[in-house]
């Protein structure tokens, strides 16, 4: 399964940028890169997707390398809400409408007040 | 309209008993995934059911098996239960196979909490 590579945890300041680096360097051509995360005793919740271009939409932004190995997910103002683990995926598509997305450990985000 | 739903919320059983674990998806959505989610190794891909037919798999043992309704309603049913098994099994849902590729979306539920003694 193709990996990703996050920090374990990561610490921000309310109302300040966060920036969640993720590294995929055995992605390949077709594999999409998914940001979900996790709150306090709940499912994960999709934040965002892309494959090649930076994606906007009204949760955060995804900056992708331009060679696809890594990428990096905005959240341009922190809130308290957004304390969460944050995982980085990349989904494969095995053919057909075979398609899985592999959950690595993830970064848990603490936000302070 | 009504989220991913999952029964029980929380279950104890001990070594050696099966448990069954039921997940209702996003009324229209087709397909059911299901993850193990442990805190040595994160959550971990069970398998998908995309019109009561096994598209994937993961690397788990045939003691975890599942199915799905022609309703879109799956369940998963883990036999001979290892302390191991203690874990949170989460449910998600998505409108067709594959269809994550282009929405990049999984539904997923508040989870079965299953302890073993």
């Known amino acids: 399964d193709a990996k990703t590579t996050q920090p374990n945890s990561m610490e921000s300041n309310e109302e300040e940028p966060v920036h969640l680096p993720c590294n995929h360097s055995t992605i390949s051509g077709t594999d999409y890169i998914h940001w979900y995360r996790q709150l306090p005793s709940q499912g994960p919740e999709y934040v965002i997707h892309?494959?090649?271009s930076n994606v906007n939409n009204r949760m955060a932004s995804l900056a992708i390398a331009e060679d696809r190995k890594s990428s990096t997910l905005i959240l341009h103002r922190a809130t308290l809400r957004d304390a969460a683990v944050y995982y980085c995926?990349?989904?494969?598509?095995?053919?057909?409408?075979?398609?899985?997305?592999?959950f690595g450990k993830g970064t848990l985000l603490t936000v302070n007040p | 309209k009504a989220g991913v739903t999952q029964t029980p919320r929380y279950l104890i059983k001990t070594r050696g008993q099966q448990v069954t674990l039921s997940c209702s998806p996003i009324s229209g959505h087709r397909s059911v995934s299901w993850y193990q989610q442990t805190p040595g190794q994160g959550l971990q891909f069970l398998f998908e059911?995309?019109?009561?037919?096994?598209?994937n798999k993961g690397n788990f043992p045939g003691r975890f098996s599942g199915r799905q309704f022609s309703n879109s309603r799956s369940e998963m049913n883990v036999s001979t239960l290892e302390l191991g098994d203690s874990a949170l099994y989460l449910c998600?849902?998505?409108?067709?196979?594959?269809?994550?590729?282009?929405?990049?979306?999984?539904?997923f539920g508040e989870g079965s909490r299953l302890t073993v003694l």
């Open positions: 059911y995309f019109s009561e037919t096994q598209r």
């Open positions: 998600a849902s998505s409108l067709l196979a594959g269809e994550v590729a282009n929405t990049g979306e999984l539904f």
């Open positions: 995926i990349l989904g494969k598509n095995s053919g057909g409408s075979n398609y899985k997305l592999t």
């Open positions: 892309g494959l090649t």
